[in-house]
Nanobody
């Protein structure tokens, strides 16, 4: 089992940047593909980005492509989400998640095995 703890959320203005972190403990971090999801108030949880075990492959939701960057440091057991040019519609609770099996279903939240508790991001106009 792996435990995930997100940090770095906060209140920012439109156009600002934030970097979220997700620190893993427990099992070997590099054994897991990782993802970021978000859930806005009154909406379903949605895929944001994913990264392979080695960090060599990444995929993004169209809504964040070109603005967000997912990365990982396996030596530090940490996943990152650099968010630039933030928009009010990026307001949500952001969750990191881990999955054992890397597949083309990287956008499916139910395929992830472990989840963090979430960190809140609020972007004011």
């Amino acid at each position: 089992q792996v435990q995930l703890i997100e940090s770095g959320g906060g209140l920012v203005q439109a156009g600002d940047s934030l970097r979220l972190s997700c620190t893993a403990s427990g099992r070997t971090f590099s054994n897991y593909a990782m993802g970021w999801f978000r859930q806005a108030p009154g909406k379903e949880r949605e895929f944001v980005a994913t990264i392979s075990r080695s960090g060599g492959t990444t995929y993004y939701a169209d809504s964040v492509k070109g603005r967000f960057t997912i990365s990982r440091d396996n030596a530090k057991n940490t996943l990152y989400l650099q968010m630039n040019s933030l928009k009010p519609e990026d307001t949500a609770v952001y969750y990191c998640a881990a999955k054992v099996v890397w597949s083309t279903r990287y956008y499916v939240s139910n395929d992830y095995d472990y989840w963090g508790q979430g960190t809140e991001v609020t972007v004011s106009p």
